[in-house]
């Protein structure tokens, strides 16, 4: 009698258990095939999405720099001098941003028609 016991609680755990077994190879194709299908595009649409954003936002926060740094620079020209703050920064930086595009357009490739 403990022996039948025994084989039937054997019995019950194997009948538990293929259920379980089916699941989770049933799960794992399903996550095998979202890993080949869906992760890809997902990945794709981020890129896309993250992209269009800084496509977006990056030339404002340069021009939000730009004038920071021009507001700045006339700030601290006007604790030195109070008549000529404003074309003093804007001289400075000029020449700045003239000697950066300059240097950039020397190093460009191609000719210009």
Do not use: C
């Not at 920071?68 to 006007?78: C, E, G, K, P, Y």
Request: aromatic share 10%; no cysteine.
């Amino acid at each position: 009698m403990a022996d039948q016991l025994a084989s039937t609680s054997n019995d019950d755990n194997e009948d538990i258990d293929w259920p379980t077994q089916i699941t989770r190879s049933i799960v794992g194709y399903i996550d095998q095939i979202r890993n080949k299908t869906t992760r890809p595009a997902i990945i794709a649409s981020r890129g896309i999405v993250y992209g269009l954003l800084m496509i977006i936002f990056l030339p404002i926060a340069v021009v939000l720099l730009v004038v920071t740094l021009i507001r700045s620079t006339s700030f601290l020209f006007a604790l030195w001098s109070d008549t000529h703050a404003v074309w003093a920064s804007y001289a400075l930086w000029g020449a700045v941003l003239f000697i950066v595009g300059t240097i950039l357009f020397a190093k460009r490739k191609g000719s210009v028609s």
